[in-house]
C-alpha cells in the first residue's frame, strides 16, 4: 500500500449500502467494519471520508464474513447509483447512458475505480475495455474485483435508463472461477472466461437513448462539485501537506487540534509538517487563524447566534479573548463588523488589507 492508498479522501456513501447489504445477509453490520478503525456511527456522517484501504479492507471482512463464492456479483448488485454521491446527480442529469457513462470515466479518481474503461464505438454495439490501471493492485483477486465491477456497472445502467436487459455480452480475461455457473444467476446476457480482453457490450440504441432525468443546468452544477472534488483528489496524490491541512483544519469547529494530533491524521511527523508549512511560506499558527477567521465571518452573518457562541464555535475560550483576535485580524469587533455589514459597508471593508496581522 502506498501514503495514497491510506489518506482518508473518498465519500463514504457507499458503506451506507454495504451496511444494509450486511443486514440482509443476516450479519452484524459492525462486522465489515473491522481493523478499518472506523465506527458505526460515523457511517451516517456526511462528513466522514474513508481511505482505499480501509476500503478494500471491508471487502476481505465481507469476502471473510460471508463465506459466499459469489458475494461480489451479490454485493456489486446491491450497489446503486448513490454510492457515488454528487457525481450521481451529475450521471443522472446526463442526455443519454452514452454521456452519463462518459461522465462517470472522467471522474473516475472520485469513486476508486482500479479500471480504466475505454470505449470503443461500432456501428450496433459498443465496447467498454476494461483494463486495470496501472500501479493499481487488486484487494481480493482479479475476478473479485471484475466481478464488483461488472455487477454494480449492470445495477447502474439499468437504473439510468429504466430498463432490465442492457448488456448483450460479457468478455472477461480471466479463467472460470470455480462458482462460474452462478453468473447466470445475475447476467441475462451470454458471457465468457479467458479472453484477450475484459469488455461490457452494450447496443447503440441504449447508449444513445435520452435519459428521463436528464437535466443539463443540474448536470453542470453537478460536474463542477466534481472538478472541484478531482482537484481536491489531485492534491492529495501530489502530497501538498499544506493543503491537506487546510482541507483537515476546514472540516472543524470548535477547538482546535494540536500540530501534533494533525501530523499523526496526516501520517507525517510533526517536524516534517513543520518544515513542509514554513517551505510554502506558511505556519501552522496562521492556518488556524485564517480558518477560525473564515469561520467566524461566516456565523457573524447570521445575527441570531451570540457573540458567545460565535466564539464557542471559531474554537476560542471565552468572547473576551475572541473579540481580542477578530479586532487584531481586522480591525473591527465583531460587533462593529455586523453593523457594518448590516450597512452595507462590508464589501468595502474586506478588499482593504485587513487581514495583515491574521498571523498574530
Not at 24 to 52: A, D, M, W, Y
Not at 79 to 92: F, H, P
Not at 169 to 198: G, K, M, T, V, W
Request: charged share 25%; proline share 4%.
Amino acid at each position: 500500500m502506498t501514503a495514497f492508498e491510506d489518506q482518508a479522501i473518498y465519500p463514504s456513501a457507499e458503506l451506507f449500502l454495504i451496511k444494509q447489504f450486511m443486514q440482509r445477509e443476516g450479519f452484524r453490520p459492525q462486522q465489515r467494519l473491522l481493523g478499518t478503525g472506523l465506527k458505526e456511527e460515523q457511517i451516517c456522517n456526511p462528513e466522514t471520508l474513508v481511505s482505499l484501504r480501509q476500503f478494500d479492507i471491508i471487502y476481505h471482512n465481507i469476502f471473510r464474513i460471508t463465506q459466499r463464492p459469489d458475494v461480489a456479483l451479490a454485493l456489486g448488485s446491491s450497489l446503486n447509483l448513490s454510492r457515488w454521491g454528487v457525481l450521481s446527480v451529475a450521471m443522472l442529469c446526463a442526455h443519454t447512458l452514452g454521456s452519463a457513462l462518459e461522465t462517470g470515466n472522467r471522474f473516475r479518481s472520485l469513486v476508486r475505480s482500479r479500471f480504466k474503461l475505454t470505449p470503443v464505438f461500432g456501428k450496433e454495439v459498443t465496447e467498454i475495455i476494461i483494463e486495470r490501471q496501472e500501479g493499481m493492485s487488486f484487494p481480493l483477486s482479479a475476478h473479485f474485483s471484475h466481478e464488483l465491477l461488472i455487477s454494480s456497472m449492470q445495477t447502474l445502467i439499468r437504473s439510468l435508463v429504466k430498463e432490465q436487459h442492457v448488456l448483450e455480452e460479457i468478455q472477461l480475461n480471466y479463467a472460470p472461477p470455480a462458482h462460474y455457473q452462478q453468473y447466470a444467476n445475475y447476467f441475462d446476457c451470454a458471457y465468457s472466461f479467458n479472453r484477450e480482453h475484459s469488455k461490457l457490450v452494450i447496443a447503440n440504441r441504449v447508449m444513445t437513448r435520452p435519459l428521463a432525468t436528464g437535466n443539463p443546468i443540474t448536470e453542470q452544477q453537478a460536474i463542477a462539485v466534481c472538478q472541484r472534488e478531482v482537484e481536491r483528489v489531485a492534491q492529495v496524490q501530489k502530497g501538498d501537506l499544506t493543503w491537506l491541512l487546510r482541507e483537515e483544519i476546514g472540516r472543524r469547529e470548535g477547538p482546535l487540534p494540536s500540530l501534533d494530533e494533525i501530523a499523526q491524521r496526516l501520517n507525517v511527523t510533526p517536524r516534517t509538517l513543520r518544515r513542509k508549512l514554513q517551505e510554502a511560506g506558511t505556519s501552522y499558527r496562521r492556518i488556524c487563524h485564517e480558518h477560525q477567521l473564515q469561520l467566524a465571518l461566516h456565523y457573524l452573518a447570521d445575527p441570531r447566534l451570540k457573540s458567545t457562541v460565535v466564539a464557542q464555535k471559531c474554537g476560542f475560550k471565552d468572547a473576551a479573548s475572541f473579540r481580542e483576535a477578530f479586532k487584531r485580524w481586522t480591525d473591527m469587533t465583531p460587533q462593529e463588523h455586523r453593523k457594518r455589514s448590516r450597512n452595507g459597508e462590508t464589501a468595502q471593508v474586506l478588499k482593504t488589507p485587513l487581514l495583515r496581522n491574521v498571523a498574530a
